[in-house]
């Protein structure tokens, strides 16, 4: 039998066994429609959180300030909680952050190494 991609129009071919799940959509087309707003509106926010990352490059010292270990563990512990409020999946959020977090402070380390520091004023 050969693999194939599911019939994006076509009625659902499984359901929850959850009482309380309420289906979002019709067929995949619209939930796929959904997913790609939603994306748009992710980006649009990653890029906003990239432009204050690359702003706090300039208050920090040093790569060990970028880095920032503790912080880190503050945002992580903050996105949890914020997903277990929220009703979404701790486990994707806190994955998801992990890699953020990586990625901004490459970036961040990136920009560190391109400035220079302030002079001392008298």
């Known amino acids: 039998m050969q693999e194939k991609e599911p019939e994006t129009h076509g009625a659902p071919l499984r359901r929850f066994t959850d009482p309380a799940y309420v289906p979002l959509c019709d067929n995949l087309a619209g939930v796929r429609e959904n997913i790609d707003r939603l994306d748009r509106q992710i980006v649009a926010l990653l890029a906003e959180r990239g432009r204050y990352v690359k702003d706090a ?36 959020v806190e994955a998801a952050y992990r890699a953020l977090i990586a990625g901004f ?18």
């Open 105 to 122: 402070i490459a970036r961040e380390q990136q920009d560190h190494v391109g400035m220079v520091a302030v002079e001392a004023k008298p």
């Open 57 to 92: 490059a300039r208050f920090k010292r040093d790569a060990f300030q970028v880095s920032a270990p503790q912080r880190q563990q503050e945002v992580i512990d903050k996105v949890k909680a914020l997903a277990e409020k929220e009703g979404a999946y701790p486990e994707v």
